[in-house]
């Protein structure tokens, strides 16, 4: 199994607070994503970083920001958690070649109330 | 725009029946498309991916999909179900992009009956 795992692996929060997650890899790959789980969605884009300090936004950023100060970690940030963002969300992390395999990170549950 | 259409949000099937899980996709340019799965409670992992070196692709578990460029599908088959079989599914396709970004089908359940 790729090296990805998130923290925290599950969330309870209040709307209007603040929430982190954090992805760290030990692969070494360039690329990592936030996708975030909703039924009937599948799995929709949040942001990526395509290196350190290099992040783009995804299909749904909205009400989201993202970090990389490391090559290792990569981190998610509610600004003001709503609970339309209770979700499921998945780290991945792939070395950015368009045919290349992404891995994804066992996910983290956030419920916000 | 690149799209994925997964046809079925629930499949079920008997155990030593054939699986058949449908994935048509919409681009405007050659396509890589990849079947992922997800067992309870975990993450995805690759079943099987084209990359246009063959169209008929055979991964993991058993599972093999067509590539037909004439029906814009990307079809999973599996001959005989198993009971650990029983997951979710997921078709995507690779942004042309920076980064090979994944945009994702919708998704299929699949049960298992003994």
């Known amino acids: 199994d790729a090296g990805i795992t998130q923290s925290p692996r599950h969330k309870v929060t209040e709307t209007g607070t603040p929430v982190t997650l954090r992805c760290h890899q030990t692969e070494n790959h360039r690329y990592m994503y936030w996708y975030r789980q909703d039924p009937g969605h599948g799995l929709r884009l949040i942001h990526y970083?395509?290196?350190?300090?290099?992040?783009d936004k995804g299909e749904v950023s909205d009400g989201y920001s993202v970090s990389r100060s490391k090559t290792e970690d990569f981190l998610l940030t509610l600004e003001s958690a709503t609970s339309s963002q209770t979700s499921v969300y998945f780290c991945a992390i792939s070395g950015g070649q368009i045919q290349e395999t992404q891995y994804f990170g066992p996910g983290t549950r956030l419920l916000v109330l | 725009a690149q799209s994925v259409t997964q046809l079925g949000s629930h499949v079920s099937v008997s155990e030593g029946a054939l699986v058949l899980l449908r994935c048509n996709y919409s681009?405007?340019?050659?396509?890589?498309l990849f079947w992922y799965v997800q067992y309870p409670n975990q993450g995805l992992q690759l079943l099987l991916k084209y990359t246009s070196a063959a169209t008929l692709v055979k991964g993991i578990n058993g599972f093999e999909a067509e590539f037909k460029k004439s029906e814009t599908s990307f079809h999973l088959t599996k001959p005989s179900a198993h009971m650990s079989d029983a997951a979710e599914y997921f078709c995507?396709?690779?942004?042309?992009?920076?980064?090979?970004?994944?945009?994702f089908g919708q998704g299929t359940e699949l049960s298992v009956k003994p």
């Open positions: 995507a396709v690779s942004t042309y992009n920076q980064g090979g970004k994944l945009i």
């Open positions: 970083s395509y290196g350190v300090k290099d992040t």
């Open positions: 681009s405007s340019v050659p396509p890589y």
